[in-house]
């Protein structure tokens, strides 16, 4: 009963922490390029630059955050520290409303880098799913919890799209909101999954050569390369419809809810049966190479409609790779702290994001479409250095088995 319990709320964790990355993509973008707010207009920047710096601070947060909160689920437990990270994030998402309402650039991007680092908890949500023993049992309550994190991606824009009428500053009161109810379900409900280990047994293991556990760095480095390039999809493919057919909003986040719409039906009714009859190695290698080429497609269609159907394909690609990675990783390297591998992966996805953001900006500003098309290239690429990494890894067993 309490393993179910706390998959639910992991659920409920992983949900609140993606709104918060998803929920300011229909707003920003109209924000910084089509409003007369003084927020756009810091020192005489460039606004596309503005825009990058504005969309890099949160994911900066999380980097900092999900591998420091990790780390700390690891030694305190899963539960204190998700408590006073909640609780910390509705003051947060506060701050950022003042923010918005003063149109101070300065405090909006401070206060989305502290709401990061808080809302880095979706570390320790990830942590709770490794707890469980079971192998295929772990498979798909990280395939539940990623349709999570894509209903997420789903509220998060439809939220923010649509509460923008109420003023820029609207979704992030929702957002405070959600971070309280979170605290409540957690208080009350949730039940310690880890048993933090004496303080000399988790001093030894901190101080262990994570970096140097074999083929770690090599994975992680792989898994970065098509992160870039899903972040550069995800931060900027707003701004290439607000360029290319001057979208609304709204429009911006029916985008969103239908490439959400794709993934969430695909880590719920196919990646669980398809984890059991396929290896893992397969539907990370090949979702990876199959997303890269929905991002080529999704800059050929001549009308908004047209490109709007683009959705479907991507959000589905997507999800055969991200339902199965952590997973993949949690399984592959047992013998780590789960915490603070969890922490890492979300900090590798944030140094990604941070990565796309500003480079991304500068190519946006030269030509949205060809930023879009390297994207896909790059996760085409990762795809293929998984396949070669997968084989290596494999014979490299084999030869040590047989010697």
């Known amino acids: 009963m309490s393993a179910r319990t706390n998959l639910w709320i992991v659920m409920f964790i992983t949900l609140i922490g993606t709104i918060g990355i998803a929920l300011p993509y229909p707003i920003l973008s109209p924000l910084f390029l089509n409003s007369e707010s003084a927020i756009n207009q810091f020192m005489g920047l ?6 990058g710096i504005a969309l890099a601070t949160y994911p900066l947060g999380l980097l900092i955050g999900g591998e420091w909160l990790g780390r700390q689920s690891d030694r ?7 408590l006073w990270s909640l609780l910390a994030s509705v003051v947060a998402h506060g701050l950022c409303v003042w923010a918005l309402l003063e149109e101070s650039f300065v405090l909006f991007a401070l206060t989305r880098l ?11 949500a990830r942590a709770i799913v490794t707890d469980l023993n079971d192998a ?6 990280f395939s539940y919890v990623s349709s999570a994190s894509y209903a997420g991606w789903f509220l998060g824009p439809f939220i923010g799209g649509y509460s923008a009428d109420l003023g820029f500053h609207a979704p992030f009161v929702i957002a405070a909101l959600l971070n309280l109810a979170a605290f409540v379900f957690v208080l009350t409900s949730l039940e310690e999954s880890h048993q933090p280990a004496p303080a000399s047994v988790s001093t030894q293991q901190v101080s262990s050569p994570f970096w140097r556990t074999p083929y770690l760095k ?12 899903v972040n550069i999809y995800y931060e900027f493919y707003p701004v290439y419809l607000v360029v290319q057919w001057q979208s609304s909003p709204q429009t911006l986040s029916h985008a969103t809810m239908i490439a959400t719409s794709a993934m969430m039906l695909c880590s719920l009714l196919f990646i669980p049966r398809w984890a059991t009859k396929i290896s893992k190695e397969i539907l990370f290698a090949g979702g990876a190479i199959l997303t890269g080429f929905s991002f080529i497609i999704f800059t050929l269609p001549t009308t908004e409609n047209a490109t709007l159907f683009t959705f479907l394909l991507s959000g589905f690609c997507i999800s055969l790779y991200a339902s199965i990675s952590n997973a993949w990783f949690s399984d592959r390297f047992p013998q780590l702290q789960q915490g603070r591998l969890m922490g890492t992966l979300v900090a590798n996805f944030c140094l990604a994001n941070i990565v796309a ?6 190519l946006a500003s030269l030509s949205i479409t060809l930023l879009l098309v390297l994207a896909g290239i790059a996760a085409i690429v990762s795809g293929l250095l998984l396949i070669i990494a997968f084989d290596y890894q494999t014979k490299q067993s084999l030869t040590h088995q047989t010697s």
Not at 76 to 82: D, E, S
Not at 357 to 362: I, Q, R, V
């Open 76 to 82: 305190l437990g899963r539960k204190p520290v998700l």
């Open 46 to 51: 460039d606004p596309y630059w503005l825009l």
């Open 114 to 124: 502290l709401t990061g680092i808080l809302e880095g908890n979706i570390s320790v």
């Open 357 to 362: 953001a500003l480079a991304g900006s500068w």
């Open 218 to 229: 090599t994975f992680v480095a792989i898994q970065f390369l098509l992160l870039l390039a």
């Open 136 to 141: 295929s049992t772990k498979t798909v309550a």
